[in-house]
């Protein structure tokens, strides 16, 4: 799923953000400096010009687009953008303030020494914020991109990409459709997939986006990019190799300079990523209160059925293939994962892509009698309850996971995934989720599983994520809901 971007000015709006407190302070230093007081709201007339400032220096920004390259510019550059940027802003002020005729209530010294100390201060935050970006940038921490290009373009494609990588992307790699150079690097990208091997690559690879350039003159790789959306990748691509879309969600923007058509399964707005992960930390929060109350209680009933560490570590394929360590209470025996692979012809799950067993041996203190019957013990207890799942709280503080989203294969299932069973991952892993929720217990073919968890990113809303969360809490005390 992806997450879309703001466009046009909303784009620099950390530099806005931090302009404005630079203005910010400089009206304030310049009020202290003058009146040897910081509090310039006692005074009502310049309180109500601090508002004017604000409005100004946004009025400009949209006006003159001021931010517009700014990750280009040099300190020269910077410094002459500021200097008008700054003037642009008294100007606005000025005016204001003969047009209204009180410009007798105001001190010119205060108006003269705020735009000195604006002048200064948002320089340096520009400068300071810009280096900052720039090491991010370096660093990849971002979405992952692979670049679908011809050699003949590769070299241009890749350093307007760099030049202009206001989105932050880790560069995953170049894909060459025409040649195959694979292990060579151009500008400093590395060549990793050709055309014959492209599509295993990104199914495999943590590669959250992928970037069409093509020639006009060639023809548009419509399966390729059709493969990589089923996998649940995000697509960009040149607008006039634009196709019928499939039900896919698409719309125009700007990306690393390219004017591309997008196209994805759903996409979430900066509002909506804000509200979904400030419910997951709002949520994690309270969860993690709980894991620790939890500890108090099942460590010492873990540790005397099965002695050993509490907590369960799991290395798991998240959104779009990154990997992380996923936290669970410990309800199995240290030995589980060895027990797997000669239990695998019990799997009640189809074609092995999950694993689902009754009267799992594995689980602590859980086994089959003589008569056929289950006997629970404190594991069964802990899963049945989903008492296992609270230290996952922690994953989604550190962002690996959300409350409510797919949930997290293995990594052996993960290598035997199909290219469709890939849009699985095209969103964060959850604690709960509408498969979860929809009888997991009962469904025993892969597909449905996936099919459920395709719905959900296809039809992802913020009202769908707290109508599973609510239907969770019903699972779990066993009571029956209706989505």
């Given at each position: 799923?992806?997450?879309?971007?703001?466009?046009g000015?909303?784009?620099?709006?950390?530099?806005?953000l931090?302009?404005?407190?630079?203005?910010?302070?400089?009206?304030?230093?310049?009020?202290?400096?003058?009146?040897?007081?910081?509090?310039?709201?006692?005074d009502?007339?310049?309180?109500?010009?601090?508002?004017?400032?604000?409005?100004?220096?946004?009025?400009?920004?949209?006006?003159?687009?001021?931010?517009?390259?700014?990750?280009k510019?040099?300190?020269?550059?910077?410094?002459?953008?500021?200097?008008?940027?700054?003037?642009?802003?008294?100007?606005?002020?000025?005016?204001?303030?003969?047009?209204?005729?009180?410009?007798?209530?105001?001190?010119?010294?205060?108006?003269?020494?705020?735009?000195?100390?604006?002048?200064?201060?948002?320089?340096?935050?520009?400068?300071?914020?810009?280096?900052?970006?720039?090491?991010?940038?370096?660093?990849?921490?971002?979405?992952?991109l692979?670049?679908?290009?011809?050699d003949?373009?590769?070299?241009?494609v890749?350093?307007?990409?760099?030049?202009?990588?206001?989105?932050?992307?880790?560069?995953?790699?170049?894909?060459?459709?025409?040649?195959?150079?694979?292990?060579?690097?151009?500008?400093?990208?590395?060549?990793?997939?050709?055309?014959?091997?492209?599509?295993?690559?990104?199914?495999?690879?943590?590669?959250d986006?992928?970037?069409?350039?093509?020639?006009?003159?060639?023809?548009?790789?419509?399966?390729?990019?059709?493969?990589?959306?089923?996998?649940?990748?995000?697509?960009?691509?040149?607008?006039?190799?634009?196709?019928?879309?499939?039900?896919?969600?698409?719309?125009?923007?700007?990306?690393?300079?390219?004017?591309?058509?997008?196209?994805?399964?759903?996409?979430?707005?900066?509002?909506?990523q804000?509200?979904?992960?400030?419910?997951?930390?709002?949520?994690?929060?309270?969860?993690?209160?709980?894991t620790?109350?939890?500890?108090?209680?099942?460590?010492?009933?873990?540790?005397?059925?099965?002695?050993g560490?509490?907590?369960?570590?799991?290395?798991?394929?998240?959104?779009?293939?990154?990997?992380?360590?996923?936290?669970?209470?410990?309800?199995?025996?240290?030995?589980?994962?060895?027990?797997?692979?000669e239990?695998?012809?019990?799997?009640?799950?189809?074609?092995?892509?999950?694993?689902?067993?009754?009267?799992?041996?594995?689980?602590?203190?859980?086994?089959?009698?003589?008569?056929?019957?289950?006997?629970k013990?404190?594991?069964?207890?802990?899963?049945?309850?989903?008492?296992?799942e609270?230290?996952?709280?922690?994953?989604?503080?550190?962002g690996?996971?959300?409350?409510?989203?797919?949930?997290?294969?293995?990594?052996?299932?993960?290598?035997?995934y199909?290219?469709?069973?890939?849009?699985r991952?095209?969103?964060?892993?959850?604690?709960?989720?509408?498969?979860?929720?929809?009888?997991?217990?009962?469904?025993?073919?892969f597909?449905?599983?996936?099919?459920?968890?395709?719905?959900?990113?296809?039809?992802?809303?913020?009202?769908?994520?707290?109508?599973?969360?609510?239907?969770?809490?019903?699972?779990?005390l066993?009571?029956?809901?209706?989505?």
């Amino acid at each position: 799923m992806y997450k879309k971007g703001p466009q046009g000015w909303l784009k620099h709006l950390d530099f806005i953000l931090l302009d404005l407190l630079s203005l910010y302070l400089a009206f304030m230093l310049a009020y202290a400096v003058r009146m040897s007081d910081f509090n310039f709201y006692s005074d009502e007339a310049y309180s109500s010009i601090a508002i004017v400032l604000v409005l100004a220096n946004v009025a400009v920004t949209i006006l003159f687009n001021s931010f517009k390259n700014v990750l280009k510019r040099g300190h020269y550059q910077e410094l002459s953008a500021s200097i008008k940027h700054v003037c642009l802003v008294e100007v606005v002020v000025i005016v204001y303030i003969f047009t209204i005729q009180e410009s007798i209530a105001y001190s010119q010294f205060i108006l003269y020494l705020t735009a000195i100390f604006y002048f200064f201060l948002s320089y340096v935050t520009r400068t300071v914020w810009k280096k900052y970006l720039r090491r991010v940038m370096k660093s990849g921490d971002r979405r992952s991109l692979i670049i679908v290009t011809v050699d003949g373009m590769a070299g241009e494609v890749v350093k307007n990409i760099l030049d202009d990588n206001f989105e932050q992307f880790r560069i995953a790699g170049l894909a060459i459709l025409d040649r195959d150079r694979r292990g060579q690097t151009i500008e400093g990208v590395s060549v990793i997939a050709c055309a014959r091997d492209v599509t295993e690559c990104v199914c495999r690879g943590w590669i959250d986006e992928a970037l069409f350039c093509m020639p006009q003159n060639e023809t548009c790789p419509e399966k390729l990019m059709t493969q990589f959306m089923e996998m649940g990748v995000v697509v960009h691509m040149s607008l006039y190799h634009a196709f019928g879309n499939g039900g896919q969600k698409q719309f125009v923007e700007r990306l690393c300079g390219y004017t591309v058509l997008t196209s994805s399964i759903n996409y979430a707005t900066p509002l909506q990523q804000f509200i979904k992960r400030s419910i997951d930390i709002a949520g994690a929060l309270l969860g993690s209160l709980i894991t620790c109350v939890l500890f108090v209680f099942l460590a010492p009933a873990i540790y005397i059925h099965s002695p050993g560490p509490v907590f369960f570590r799991q290395e798991r394929v998240g959104r779009n293939g990154k990997r992380f360590r996923m936290y669970k209470f410990r309800s199995m025996y240290l030995d589980a994962e060895e027990r797997k692979k000669e239990l695998m012809e019990q799997n009640r799950i189809e074609d092995g892509f999950m694993f689902k067993l009754e009267g799992d041996p594995r689980i602590i203190g859980c086994r089959v009698t003589p008569d056929g019957k289950v006997k629970k013990g404190i594991g069964n207890f802990i899963r049945d309850w989903s008492l296992d799942e609270f230290p996952q709280m922690f994953n989604v503080l550190k962002g690996d996971m959300s409350l409510v989203g797919t949930r997290p294969p293995t990594v052996d299932e993960w290598e035997r995934y199909e290219l469709h069973h890939r849009a699985r991952l095209a969103t964060r892993p959850g604690i709960t989720g509408l498969w979860q929720v929809s009888g997991r217990s009962n469904i025993t073919d892969f597909e449905d599983v996936v099919k459920l968890d395709t719905k959900y990113i296809t039809e992802w809303s913020m009202g769908l994520d707290l109508r599973i969360l609510c239907r969770t809490v019903g699972v779990v005390l066993g009571k029956k809901g209706a989505m």
